[in-house]
């Protein structure tokens, strides 16, 4: 049985020359395994050629950046059955191409949220900062990095090794367990740095991920410590947060990338309940950061409502989509599924108990509600529910961007302003 030992958590090239071998060589993956710097058999020799959809490639390329013992074996199933004649990307409901995406799709998610959530601090010579990733997208990141801001000489520390940038070379080298604060991090770096920077080794190149928006930023907030996230801080509710983690009660975590729970402060004036995360939000893992989040972040302003004051959440707390293409297509939850995720809502709701629900369209009423509700009809006044929690119900911020009609847009957006300043008035006990 051929085991393969790959130089690195992130060998795209060994696992590509190894998959190469191993089709050739006709041997099924079921008699291969897979490891990270271990004891490795001669690879099999095998004669002629194949080629592999470039749909793959590029899933294969990501997905082998994901913290996932099984997923060279995976992806080597894969490709052996698209050889083989029974192409998986045929299928959408393939378990391994939905495991495959899975990966590729958490993959992405944690390259974004790296870039967004590290801060860099200024040492003499370079940017320095620090970052656990969830997945192994140090490298890929830290090419990006050099690619685009060739001239901003950086460290970038994990736990898992580190990737210095001169201006000229990238190299990997030895990381760090999470420092206690900004200072600790710089007195390593102090201590340690000259060192790592002599041991560190050029890597191999990995995946490309895509594209950057951002340099690396000198910190308008520490570097270490509470970064972005304004996580409920209830203790009752960080558990559920961990536990809806894993949360398999409907259909809708299959294809999803991770499970969107809500966000605010223990004591937020309101709770905004929306209908379900959406592309963006999928990926990065906070809900109401895609456009439509974008859209109300601008009318809360206008309204007077300081996002940071408020929890905000969604009915359900899966991306429903259709895959079009390389496409997800936004797909309305259904009542079922409003009802099954209705569960993890109550628990926001009772760990939280705050004084005013706001109900954001048609399936975030729904699931407070229990029932089909009119939106335009019934929105734009307070009303008490059964428990005498106080509730409003207004649109969804993404049925403004949903209106072609630009006249019609605007006085919609401005309606919403007006409901969002009753909601203001409301939080401030008027
Ligand atoms: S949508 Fe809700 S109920 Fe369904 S799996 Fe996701 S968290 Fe669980």
Known sequence: MPNVALRSETDWDGWRQATRALVLASVPPSEVTWSVVG???????GTGSFTVSRALVALA???????????????YGLVWRANAGDNPLASETDPDLLLARRLAFAVRAEAHRMRTHVRFLATEDRLLGWYAPAHFVLEANAQLLARRFPKAMFSLITPDGSAHWDGAELRFGTGLRQPEDDDTLLAWWNAHGAAVLDEATIGTSVPEAE???????????????????????????????????????????I????????????????????????????????????????????????????????????????????????????????????????????????????????????????????????????????????????????????????????????????????????????MEGG
């Open 39 to 45: 004891p490795a058999t001669d690879l099999p020799s």
């Open 61 to 75: 390329s990501l997905a082998i950046q994901a913290r996932d013992q099984d997923r060279f074996g995976l992806l």
């Open 211 to 253: 594209d950057l928006d951002e340099a690396p930023r000198p910190p308008d907030r520490p570097a270490i410590g509470p970064v972005v996230l304004a996580l409920a801080t209830d203790p009752g509710l960080r558990t559920a947060v961990r536990q809806a983690v894993t949360c398999q009660r409907c259909a809708l975590h």
């Open 255 to 426: 294809p999803a990338t991770q499970t969107v729970f809500g966000e605010g402060p223990a004591g937020a004036a309101a709770m905004f309940i929306g209908e379900q995360p959406g592309d963006q939000e999928d990926i990065i893992g906070r809900p109401f950061v895609g456009p439509a989040g974008q859209l109300l972040d601008r009318a809360m302003e206008e309204a007077g409502i300081d996002r940071r004051t408020i929890y905000i959440t969604n009915a359900v707390k899966h991306f429903k989509f259709a895959p079009r293409g390389t496409r997800r297509i936004h797909q309305s939850p259904s009542p079922e599924e409003i009802q099954i995720c209705r569960f993890w809502l109550d628990v926001e709701r009772v760990h939280l108990r705050l004084k005013l629900l706001v109900l954001m369209g048609a399936s975030g009423a729904r699931a407070v509600l229990g029932r089909p509700v009119a939106v335009t009809r019934e929105r734009g006044r307070p009303f008490r529910l059964e428990d005498g929690q106080l509730a409003f119900i207004t649109v969804h911020p993404s049925y403004l961007l949903r209106i072609p009609d630009e006249a019609s847009k605007a006085r919609e957006y401005q309606a919403f302003v007006r409901d969002l300043a009753m909601v203001r008035d409301l």
